[in-house]
Each structure stands twice: as structure tokens, then as C-alpha cells.
């Protein structure tokens, strides 16, 4: 197996990138291609006393950038780190892809250079929240801003596939992301979606509210891409605030100081359950091939992390089962009609 | 002024409403209607020793429940607490309305008994959220799952005229909820929605990431009633969940215990940001009479804290002031056709 990793995508590249795939290469056995900048890739490493052991690398001189449009990678950046990757996938040479880089141009190079699958109205990113007891899979959380009732519907098709053969969830509890838990309640989008999810082949369990979402109530939480992002970054935005409100009151002075010592070891457990790095990456789901989109903020652990979800996607054809899933739906929605 | 308060709305109705309508009648010195059961509200009252001093009762026999129907409240439920209230302030005997009750009843019978201004497509629900440093107004909330862009540019010359009537802020900054600050970012509702803001004569400060809304970013932030809701109760979940993890690690053992025992008081002081009793009631805007929608778990104070509302909503004459920001949009509209 061979997985082809950006190696400047995101906020600790190229450093942490390479250092997460030699992790990777020795504690898995796979074989990684790294893309970007030889040159920089070489200098890096042996500034830092990484040895790159027989890590391949697919010379790129470019590289797309946060402030790059995401539509650049087909055109301007068609040299770039991820363009080039993406490339390896399509044609073959690699059998997944794993990016920190800008999550548009993850998309559209998904979407238009590895391709969708056959039937797949759209790709939808998802990543994994910590709930209290736990985690669950948010889906779409950006990949498209405007969503019909059938492609939520495939959302939750992909996503059950996923979690199923990745994460290892026997029967994934698939919620839709709704204002009440009812049947008749939502937008025009979500009464729709319901109908469609509650016919597809998946443990649909209908409606989820979003102050349960902590609550450990599903394993993956259905909605359109717009309601998705705003989701993930008010739960990104909500939990950081208060962790630092939090951490005010424990710096007021030398007694709360010496107070907050005391509760450290649960403190950092509960800061390590908000921390991106043991999550890993974010399926881009209903490609061709392989895609894990991580984190920008990715360490070298995180990297890692999402070098493993992509090995685990290949290893468990989690693309084999999403169109399986496919089609059986598709037999149903016939058979209704 | 003459406010009137449904006695039977909320999880601690009537006893905690009673009282808080006691204390403000007391603070401000205005009128106050009870609609209610009379027999079961004297009761109430002599059981807990509250002097009723000269608060006027309106009888009503039912109560609309959480788990009715909104549009109850028009017929079955006709005579309910709730129903009587609004009836009271359609035919011009209260000046205001404030209930804890369901918000679906409220919406309803705040945009079909009060009804909506001439002009307003519909009536929308803001809600004040803390940030660090204070707090901003999320609406719509949930009155409206399906919103057109029209709809958001009237929410947004809506919260404009509230806040500075009622919260007393000389020029707020409304933002619109979105997944990027650029202008070209969103699904179709905020491209068009941010046009029609843009242009009307409001201090509309753009677009509004839902990382930043933490963050004292601005005074409003506008959305369609199927995301606020979402994001509100998000905000919520999020928030009380991270609260009990700490609880968690703060009550771990002995010595756990002690140490949060000398945090304490910066602790509280966290919690009551987020205590909703310090913050009031929602109002539901657009309509001919002010409407405030207490938050369902209110204690007497929230109660008092909602009438205030209500009382400056009426004083500083809220209503002429969105009539006002409308007719002055609609003069924009027409000069640019």
C-alpha cells in the first residue's frame, strides 16, 4: 500500500509532516510519497535530524496557500504539493491521499481531479467531535453550501460505510441534525432528507438535536455543508472560549495557582479530549480514492493519526461499501416507486 | 404602562412568576396582568406568603403545554393563559406581552393574535448569548425554519432598532452568520441575504465566522431560524457540557474538592455568565406590541429581568423604530430600481 502526503499542507509544514510520516512508515509498514519542494523536504529533514529513511518524494515546486482560491489547484497551482498528490492518486501511483493544506482546495481537487464515485451527487467532508463519553462524526461540515434532500441522504449512506470499516462501529447510529426530534419538524431540506434517510440501508435514528450532540446520541450527526461548518466552528469557538475563561479564573493569583496544580491531571485529560492530534484527519467521502483531510493546526501525531485512517480505508475498501450502499438504496427507492 | 404576564408559562409556573411580577411591580412601578387560573394563582400566592398587592388577574381556565400543538393556542387552547395574555395585548387593554411558556405557542400567537407590522414578512426571535466580555443578539432563533433574503435583511434593521432602544446601543454592529468573512462566501440565502444588508441603513459590519462568536465581534448576528436554532442550542449544549466535565474533575476526590473550594468564587462568576435568569427574555420582533419570550426555566428574577424588557420596549418605542429602519430601507430599494 502506498498513501502520497502534501508535505506543505498546513500550519507545521513541512517539519511536522515529515516527521508524522516517518512515524507512520515505521510503525505501519506502508509505503508514503511526500510532494513539494525536494530541495526544502531534504534541508528540513537533515536540519532536524530526521532520517527519511526510503520515504519517496514527487518533486513540486508550488504551493496553494490558505489565501489561494481553491479553485487555483486545476489552474495556477496545477504544480502545487496537493495538486500533485492528488494527481498520484488519480493516476494510480498511490492509493490515498492525506492533506493539512486549505480545505477548498482539498475539495475541489478531490471532487475534480481523484473524482467522484459513479452515482455520488457530492463529496462531504466529516470529522469527529468529542462528545462526554466519547466522539461522533459531523457530516457535511463544508464541502457544500447548498444541499438537496438526496445528497444528505447518500451523506448518510457514506458516512455509515465509514465508520463502520474505519473506526470499526458494527452498526452506526446515523442521526440527522434537526430543531426538534419529531418527524415534522425542520426546514423544507430536513422533512425531506428524513424521508429519504429513513428508507436508506442504514441505522437512520432519526432526528438529533444540537444540544444532545454532546450527549454521545449518535455516531455520526447528518446536515448540509453551510449548517455543518457553522456547527463545527461554534463547537470549536464555544469549547476554546471556555476552556480560557476557565483558565483565567485559574491564574487569578499565587493561591488559585497553587489550587489548579492540585486538579491538573484530570485538567490536561480533559484538555487532551479537545485536542485535534488523536483525532486525526477528515474523510472526504464519495471519491474515487482515498482522501483524509487533516487538520491545519496538524503536529506530527496528527499526521500520523491521519496516515493510520487512510491505511484503514484502503485495508477495509470502505470505497467498495459506499457503493454497495449505494446500490442497495437505490434498489429501495425503485422498488418504492 | 400596563404589561401583562402569563402566569402559567415556563417550568417553575405559576409560583416563580408570581413573584418575579411582585418584584417588578415593586422595582418599576407599572401595571401588571396575571392570566392564569385565578383560584389556583390567590392560592399560590397565600401558600408562599406573597402579597399579590394590587396585580389585576385575567382568569383563564387551561395552559398550553410544551407538548401541544403551537396553533393550539388559536383554537383548543383558546382559553389558555397564554391565549388570554395575547388576547389582552391585540385589543390594546396591555402594552406588552411576557411569557415563559412554549416558544412555538409564542410565535404563533405573537404573529397571528397580536400580528405583524404592515410590511414585516415575519416576526423573528433574538436571543442574547454571553461572549468574553459581554454578550451579542442571535436571531432569528427558530421562528422561521425557511427564511428568503428579504427575511434576514428586515431581521437584521429589526435587532438594529432593539438593541439600541432596549440594550441603549447607540450604533450596533449586526453581522451576518457565515463560513467566511468574504463577501462571496455562503450557500445562496447569505449571497443574497448579504446584498440586501449591505445596502440597508443599518451599521452592518459583514459577515460573521461562528469561531468568532465568542469573541465580542458584534452586537447582532443575523441568521435564518433553522441555523440559529441549531447554533443557539449548540451554544448551549456545548457550554453546560464542558461545565459538568470540569464539575467532574473538581469533585474527583478530597483533595480535588478542596482546591476548587479556592476557586470558587471566580467560578461563580463564570457560571453566572451563562446563568439565562441575568439575561431576560427573547423578544420577538416585528410585531404590532412588544412580545418577550422568557426562557422556560426562569426564576423570579428572569421573570422581573423579561418585564424590564418589556417595560423599556414600550418606553423608548421600539416599535416606530423598526417601522422607521423599514420604511427607510424600502427607500434604498426603490432608489436603486
Redesign the interface.
Given at each position: 500500500m502506498k498513501i502520497v502526503v502534501d508535505a506543505f499542507g498546513g500550519d507545521n509544514a513541512p517539519l511536522q509532516v515529515i516527521k508524522g510520516a516517518v512515524m507512520a512508515k515505521k510503525e505501519y509498514g506502508i509505503d508514503i510519497i511526500l510532494t513539494g519542494s525536494k530541495k526544502e523536504i531534504v534541508r528540513c529533514a537533515e536540519e532536524n535530524k530526521i532520517s527519511l529513511i526510503d520515504l519517496e518524494i514527487y518533486d513540486a515546486q508550488d504551493v496553494i496557500s490558505m489565501e489561494d482560491d481553491p479553485t487555483d489547484i486545476l489552474k495556477q497551482k496545477s504544480n502545487s504539493s496537493m495538486a500533485v498528490a492528488f494527481k498520484l492518486v488519480a493516476d494510480g501511483v498511490a492509493d490515498a491521499f492525506v492533506s493539512a493544506g486549505s480545505t477548498g482546495a482539498v475539495v475541489v481537487g478531490g471532487s475534480l481531479i481523484v473524482k467522484r464515485l459513479k452515482g455520488i451527487k457530492r463529496a462531504a467532508l466529516g470529522t469527529v467531535l468529542p462528545?462526554?463519553n466519547g466522539n461522533f462524526m459531523l457530516m457535511d461540515v463544508?464541502a457544500n453550501?447548498?444541499c438537496r434532500p438526496e445528497m444528505l441522504a447518500q451523506f448518510g449512506i457514506m458516512a455509515s460505510a465509514y465508520l463502520k470499516h474505519v473506526a470499526g462501529i458494527e452498526n452506526p447510529g446515523i442521526g440527522l441534525?434537526n430543531?426538534g426530534t419529531e418527524e415534522t419538524k425542520?426546514?423544507?431540506l430536513?422533512l425531506k432528507s428524513f424521508k429519504l434517510l429513513k428508507s436508506s440501508p442504514i441505522n437512520f435514528i432519526g432526528n438529533v438535536?444540537?444540544?444532545?450532540?454532546?450527549?454521545d446520541v449518535c455516531d455520526a450527526c447528518i446536515?448540509?455543508?453551510?449548517?455543518g461548518?457553522?456547527?463545527?466552528?461554534?463547537?470549536?469557538?464555544?469549547?476554546?472560549?471556555?476552556?480560557?475563561?476557565?483558565r483565567?479564573?485559574?491564574k487569578?493569583n499565587l493561591?488559585?495557582k497553587?489550587?489548579?496544580s492540585?486538579?491538573m491531571p484530570?485538567?490536561m485529560?480533559?484538555k487532551a479530549?479537545f485536542d485535534y492530534s488523536e483525532v486525526g484527519g477528515a474523510p472526504l467521502l464519495g471519491l474515487r480514492k482515498p482522501v483524509i483531510k487533516a487538520h491545519g493546526s496538524s503536529n506530527a501525531v496528527a499526521i500520523k493519526n491521519a496516515i493510520r485512517q487512510a491505511k484503514l480505508f484502503v485495508e477495509n475498501d470502505v470505497t467498495a461499501a459506499i457503493i454497495n450502499g449505494l446500490a442497495e438504496f437505490e434498489k429501495v427507492e425503485q422498488n418504492e416507486i
Amino acid at each position: 500500500m502506498k498513501i502520497v502526503v502534501d508535505a506543505f499542507g498546513g500550519d507545521n509544514a513541512p517539519l511536522q509532516v515529515i516527521k508524522g510520516a516517518v512515524m507512520a512508515k515505521k510503525e505501519y509498514g506502508i509505503d508514503i510519497i511526500l510532494t513539494g519542494s525536494k530541495k526544502e523536504i531534504v534541508r528540513c529533514a537533515e536540519e532536524n535530524k530526521i532520517s527519511l529513511i526510503d520515504l519517496e518524494i514527487y518533486d513540486a515546486q508550488d504551493v496553494i496557500s490558505m489565501e489561494d482560491d481553491p479553485t487555483d489547484i486545476l489552474k495556477q497551482k496545477s504544480n502545487s504539493s496537493m495538486a500533485v498528490a492528488f494527481k498520484l492518486v488519480a493516476d494510480g501511483v498511490a492509493d490515498a491521499f492525506v492533506s493539512a493544506g486549505s480545505t477548498g482546495a482539498v475539495v475541489v481537487g478531490g471532487s475534480l481531479i481523484v473524482k467522484r464515485l459513479k452515482g455520488i451527487k457530492r463529496a462531504a467532508l466529516g470529522t469527529v467531535l468529542p462528545t462526554k463519553n466519547g466522539n461522533f462524526m459531523l457530516m457535511d461540515v463544508g464541502a457544500n453550501a447548498d444541499c438537496r434532500p438526496e445528497m444528505l441522504a447518500q451523506f448518510g449512506i457514506m458516512a455509515s460505510a465509514y465508520l463502520k470499516h474505519v473506526a470499526g462501529i458494527e452498526n452506526p447510529g446515523i442521526g440527522l441534525l434537526n430543531i426538534g426530534t419529531e418527524e415534522t419538524k425542520g426546514d423544507e431540506l430536513r422533512l425531506k432528507s428524513f424521508k429519504l434517510l429513513k428508507s436508506s440501508p442504514i441505522n437512520f435514528i432519526g432526528n438529533v438535536e444540537a444540544r444532545e450532540l454532546t450527549e454521545d446520541v449518535c455516531d455520526a450527526c447528518i446536515t448540509d455543508g453551510f449548517n455543518g461548518n457553522i456547527a463545527l466552528k461554534l463547537y470549536e469557538g464555544v469549547s476554546l472560549s471556555i476552556m480560557s475563561m476557565f483558565r483565567n479564573v485559574f491564574k487569578q493569583n499565587l493561591k488559585t495557582k497553587i489550587a489548579a496544580s492540585v486538579l491538573m491531571p484530570g485538567l490536561m485529560k480533559l484538555k487532551a479530549k479537545f485536542d485535534y492530534s488523536e483525532v486525526g484527519g477528515a474523510p472526504l467521502l464519495g471519491l474515487r480514492k482515498p482522501v483524509i483531510k487533516a487538520h491545519g493546526s496538524s503536529n506530527a501525531v496528527a499526521i500520523k493519526n491521519a496516515i493510520r485512517q487512510a491505511k484503514l480505508f484502503v485495508e477495509n475498501d470502505v470505497t467498495a461499501a459506499i457503493i454497495n450502499g449505494l446500490a442497495e438504496f437505490e434498489k429501495v427507492e425503485q422498488n418504492e416507486i
